[in-house]
Every structure is written in C-alpha cells, then in structure tokens.
C-alpha cells in the first residue's frame, strides 16, 4: 500500500477524529501525548503540530474538553478529555466504520464458497 495514495489520506482524514477520540476516551491526554500513542500505528502517523486543528475543531464541537496541568518537567499541558456529546459521536462513528467494513467485506466475498 502506498502511503500517498489519494484515497488513502481521504480515508486517513475521516478517522483521525475518531482515533483521537477512541485515545481519549479512556483517560485524558495532552497533545504531544495524542501524538505519540498515534504514531505508533503507521496509518496514523503525523508530522509535529500537525494535531492541533483537529483538537480544536474537536474541542470546538464539544466533543471534548481541555484543562490545563503543571508538568514536572517543562510548561503547562494541556489536557484533552471527551465529553458524553464526544462518546455519542465515537461509538456513532465506529459502528458507521464497522457497518461499511462488512459491507465491502460481504461484496468482495460474494460468491465464494465459506
């Protein structure tokens, strides 16, 4: 799979929110937090900085809230926490993702004995 494939990165557009929002769903997160557990995974890898308009359209939408924490070594953080308008919008999205997985999994397996 090559990584600069268009469809690729339209795909990679749509799921960053929802990847975003599966991190901080279990504990709050700060942005270069975010970053680094994302970049684990190679579809998911971002350059610096490359995260925060998306945090901030996310918090703009109110699927998520920010606070600020000292940091034992360095500035201020800023911490990412999803909201319950946030959780509604994830488990949305993964069941609407999980519903066209199948369906694209059904039609390419039509036909073909199980």
Do not use: C
């Amino acid at each position: 799979m090559e990584n600069n494939d268009k469809w690729i990165v339209q795909i990679r557009k749509g799921v960053f929110e929802v990847a975003i929002l599966s991190l901080i769903k279990s504990e709050a997160m700060y942005g270069y937090e975010i970053t680094s557990e994302l970049n684990k995974i190679p579809l998911f890898q971002l350059p610096n900085g490359s995260i925060y308009p998306i945090l901030r359209r996310i918090t703009k939408n109110n699927w998520a809230t920010t606070y600020w924490e000292d940091s034992h070594d360095g500035p201020k953080r800023k911490y990412y926490k999803i909201t319950d308008e946030g959780m509604e919008i994830l488990e949305t999205r993964i069941h609407g993702y999980k519903t066209v997985y199948e369906s694209l999994y059904s039609l390419q397996n039509r036909g073909r004995l199980k």
